[in-house]
């Protein structure tokens, strides 16, 4: 319907004021979700444009001239470029955008003006998707695509019809209308890698666990609620105690923070870092415990940019895209900065690492030079009396730490530089991160090997099989190796506060009350309300749903499920087939609905005569529809005498084909005049 | 000059002014139905009626209806006739070929209705016995507007038997001064002189039931009536003997333009006059904006 417009015509035509307020509200609407991200100026800019365009339409005012505009425009791009550096990216493009379309909006005359403003607004709803796709932010930028295609029906209103109703309603049958196409191209259009790399959002902001950890900083991350990951469990979920999701290992400690070392520290003991990351499909260079995995499930991790893969115990094999560490666990390629989707088998009790590599082994018991000495001398006097007996001398110590004075706390006490020290013989009071490092830091300086392991301890079951994991399930445990043994997962946050393993952080820091303190509009925040409990626990399987079967359905996923449909291997041709199907379906609905074959067929003189009919409205007198042939051929004679002959003789054929005794050549006559 | 022409020249003298009423009457006349004259007293309804019958030459009786109006007064009665020792029929003025009812709405609707089988079915049911009527057998009435004092609204089931409702209206000031000037009505009625026989209007009644109505004119009908029971537009819709009541008022005035089949435009002259007073309007110009908006041709 806009292509093929008189040129003319559209720069003649002024933009209604319901299309110009509806682009004004389009424009507001669409800003909004994006307001953390645009710079100020670029927000100035949409409020000037909306202000000044506002006035325009209570008239007054008077529209920008060319001098101001270019003033505009080269400030916003100053401005875009002075804030990002670039006019490309994710968050440039979109602020490059919103301005373009504020600018546009702001010079907007014409009719042409509005539709390509109207145009260019789809491209900036299509931006908010870029920034969240959870499900509201889905139906709120649907609302604006409404606006616009309602804005793009308006534009084409005939002037002397006012009124949205009919607008909103057209928009909406259009909108209906394009439903099932949508679907269509969703399911069967083949998903291809992107030619380009897509710039990726800025992750700096992001919150979740990192590649060290200092004993303060865990404790931040605990006070999200945002999502993790989700698993989905292929068998039975594991119970709260079993779910310990390895991500990060640490066996660097500088004093303060525990880290998991780059190249300079590993050099230290003469490996390259490369050396202990097996890449997919190449095998591992080191032994692979056999034996069965005990967890079979999907993960969809949420983008935590790093490259970690949360992984419920042990991995014994690189899955595709990533690679198999040499302290089995997962790695992606790169840092993930879009929602992931993994499949893995993991999860072996017993066997890793019977043998601890020379390298491995001085890496498990680095500790700083100095610092610390009371725990070094404790750590000294435990080693004089169990010796060899590792078991021992663990036990040893979580029963201290369950026996003295210690406490479960998210607010802990700060430390000095012998951080340890203060933790172990002062404070007393700390979080996983500090009993994990407390932990290692004795049973390295007894001469055990030992290592922090970072990740995610718990989760909540939102549904049969289906396990949630958020940002506050954040978890420090230790990994403790024995001769003869390998390594073997002791959590002392499970001696000091129980409940943190079994029910989760919620409980075990329920007296202290500090559970997501300040997150105050966080539904996870209220589990004890039985209404908003339920309600969140609802919306929470609506977006897993939303997430698995809509935004997760990439390349793979469309492979598989034609895959297991049509039970061949290569599924392009098929979705080539069945797309063209379905375009023939379409066009074949399509036409039947343009020339509705089912509607009575007009006998032939009625056929002529509406064509008749036809050619009388293009010279500018059309029948109404309650007139009859006779009242009409009378209308034309008296309006336009000259057609009056032609007209004359047409009518009285017609009305004898239709309403008289019609004479066998009448028709053709008819035909001929026609 | 036709018999029709001939016809409404000789009623114009009588109704000065008039002459698309006069057609419809006419044309009520030839469609074979009873006619509704409605307006407020003195704008020459009896006149018209009057005329009509006289023209036509056919016996005709009159009725003036008053509130105290019996049943029996129209029908007739049976009475004792003491020489043969039996019970006679007195037949009542009904038994006529031109029943004239004037101001049929100041009797009560009992009396009015007594005139219902009459009208329906031509013939008069009096203590269990049916009588025919003569043939051709027609009601003018004519009432006062509802809203005058003394009036009763006729029932919806009486309006329906009329086929057409002609509303006189005020004359135009040329035809009335004319008439100021010339004899009253009421003279010129004795003068009239008689252009149709009974068998006469028998024959043209039977030609106007030939008229030929194609599919699509009736088409154009049939939406035209089912027009008028969608929406909210009207109280309730036309029935159908109102739709065929519609088809042979058309076919009459088709017959009175000299044409042989009927047109849309045929149905249109005469829709007001056959729709007007069976249907109520919620809004105004109801009946005009539907004959607007239904589509003549049916194309869409």
Request: net charge positive.
């Amino acid at each position: 319907m806009i292509f093929s417009l008189d040129h003319k015509v559209e720069q003649s035509v002024p933009v209604t004021r319901a299309a110009s307020f509806s682009l004004l509200a389009v424009l507001v609407l669409v800003t909004l979700p994006l307001f953390h991200v645009l710079p100020f100026m670029v927000l100035g800019l949409v409020a000037t444009a909306v202000i000044w365009r506002l006035l325009l339409l209570r008239t007054k005012g008077c529209e920008p001239g060319w001098i101001i505009l270019t003033i505009l425009v080269v400030l916003a791009c100053l401005q875009i470029f002075n804030h990002y550096g670039t006019f490309l990216g994710l968050e440039a493009g979109a602020a490059t955008l919103v301005s373009a379309y504020s600018l546009k909006l702001l010079e907007m005359r014409c009719r042409r003006d509005g539709l390509l403003v109207a145009f260019l607004g789809f491209f900036v709803v299509v931006t908010g998707l870029l920034f969240s796709q959870s499900i509201p932010m889905m139906l709120y930028l649907l609302v604006c695509l409404m606006v616009l295609v309602s804005v793009l029906v308006g534009i084409f209103q005939p002037r002397d019809k006012t009124g949205y109703k009919p607008v909103v309603k057209f928009g909406a049958i259009m909108a209906v209308q394009a439903l099932p196409l949508t679907v269509i191209l969703f399911l069967l259009v083949p998903r291809v890698p992107p030619l380009w790399v897509v710039p990726l959002p800025d992750n700096s902001a992001k919150v979740g666990l990192s590649d060290s950890m200092a004993p303060g900083e865990f404790a931040e991350v605990s006070k999200s609620s945002k999502l993790a990951f989700r698993a989905t469990f292929h068998g039975a979920v594991p119970p709260p105690k079993e779910r310990y999701w390895r991500a990060v290992v640490m066996y660097w400690f500088d004093g303060r923070r525990w880290s998991q070392g780059n190249s300079g520290d590993w050099s230290l003991v003469g490996v390259n870092t490369d050396q202990f990351v097996s890449w997919y499909p190449g095998n591992p260079r080191w032994a692979v415990p056999g034996g069965e995995p005990e967890f079979d499930y999907d993960v969809i991790l949420e983008p935590s940019g790093q490259p970690f893969l949360p992984v419920l115990g042990p991995a014994s094999e690189a899955i595709a895209g990533t690679g198999l560490t040499r302290d089995w666990r997962l790695l992606d390629r790169e840092k993930v900065d879009l929602r992931k989707q993994y499949r893995v088998q993991s999860g072996l009790d017993e066997g890793y690492d019977r043998v601890l590599p020379d390298w491995l082994r001085a890496a498990s018991l680095q500790l700083p030079k100095v610092g610390n000495p009371r725990t070094r001398k404790l750590a000294r006097e435990l080693k004089d009396v169990y010796r060899d007996d590792v078991s021992g001398l663990v036990f040893k110590i979580l029963q201290m730490f369950q026996q003295e004075e210690f406490y479960y706390t998210l607010r802990p006490p700060k430390l000095d530089a012998n951080s340890v020290d203060g933790f172990l013989f002062d404070t007393r009071r700390g979080f996983c991160a500090h009993y994990s490092g407390a932990l290692v830091f004795l049973l390295r300086a007894a001469g055990i090997p030992a290592r922090v392991i970072g990740g995610y301890q718990g989760g909540e079951v939102i549904e049969k099989g289906v396990l949630q994991v958020r940002q506050f399930d954040a978890h420090a445990w230790v990994e403790v190796w024995q001769p003869g043994y390998g390594w073997e997962r002791v959590d002392p946050t499970a001696a000091v506060a129980p409940e943190r393993v079994e029910e989760g952080l919620e409980s075990a820091v329920a007296r202290e009350g500090s559970f997501l303190e300040g997150a105050f509009l966080s539904p996870s925040r209220y589990r004890g309300v039985p209404l908003i409990n339920g309600l969140r626990i609802h919306y929470e399987q609506l977006e897993y749903h939303w997430q698995r079967m809509v935004l997760s359905y990439d390349e793979n996923a469309q492979k598989g499920l034609f895959q297991r449909w049509f039970g061949r291997k290569n599924v392009i041709p098929i979705l080539i087939a069945l797309l063209g199907a379905s375009f023939v379906v379409v066009m074949v609905v399509f036409m039947l609905m343009a020339w509705k074959p089912w509607r009575r067929k007009l006998p032939p003189a009625e056929r002529y005569y509406q064509r008749f009919c036809r050619r009388m409205a293009r010279k500018g007198i059309k029948r109404e529809r309650g007139e009859g042939p006779k009242a009409y051929v009378r209308r034309i004679s008296r309006e336009k005498p000259e057609l009056s002959r032609e007209a004359v003789y047409i009518t009285s054929l017609y009305i004898r084909l239709a309403y008289g005794q019609a004479r066998s050549e009448d028709l053709n006559k008819l035909k001929r005049c026609c | 000059m036709s018999l029709i022409d001939e016809t409404l020249a000789v009623l114009s003298q009588a109704i000065t002014g008039k002459p698309q009423q006069l057609r419809q009457a006419l044309c009520c006349v030839l469609a074979g139905g009873h006619l509704l004259i409605e307006d407020v007293p003195g704008m020459g309804k009896t006149t018209l009626a009057h005329g009509l019958a006289k023209v036509m030459g056919l016996n005709w009786r009159r009725i003036q209806f008053t509130s105290d109006l019996l049943p029996a007064d129209i029908l007739g009665v049976s009475v004792f006739d003491r020489n043969r020792s039996a019970f006679h029929f007195q037949p009542g003025p009904v038994f006529t070929q031109l029943l004239l009812a004037d101001e049929i709405n100041r009797a009560t609707p009992r009396t009015q209705s007594a005139l219902l089988e009459a009208m329906e079915e031509g013939q008069v049911s009096v203590e269990g016995e049916s009588r025919p009527l003569p043939q051709p057998f027609f009601v003018i009435a004519t009432r006062n507007p509802v809203t005058q004092s003394g009036t009763f609204p006729l029932p919806e089931s009486q309006l329906d038997r009329f086929l057409m409702r002609v509303q006189l209206g005020y004359p135009d000031p040329a035809a009335e001064k004319a008439m100021l000037v010339g004899e009253a009505g009421r003279v010129v009625l004795d003068t009239l002189k008689q252009v149709m026989t009974a068998e006469n209007l028998q024959k043209l009644q039977d030609k106007v039931q030939h008229i030929q109505a194609t599919d699509r004119l009736l088409d154009y009908l049939q939406r035209l009536v089912s027009a008028t029971r969608e929406g909210d537009r009207f109280e309730c819709g036309l029935s159908p003997r109102a739709a065929l009541g519609l088809l042979s008022a058309s076919r009459a005035w088709a017959f009175m333009a000299g044409r042989d089949y009927v047109l849309p435009e045929d149905i249109q002259a005469v829709f007001p006059a056959v729709a007007g007073h069976r249907l109520q309007s919620r809004r105004g110009g109801g009946i005009s904006n539907l004959l607007a908006e239904v589509d003549v041709t049916g194309a869409e």
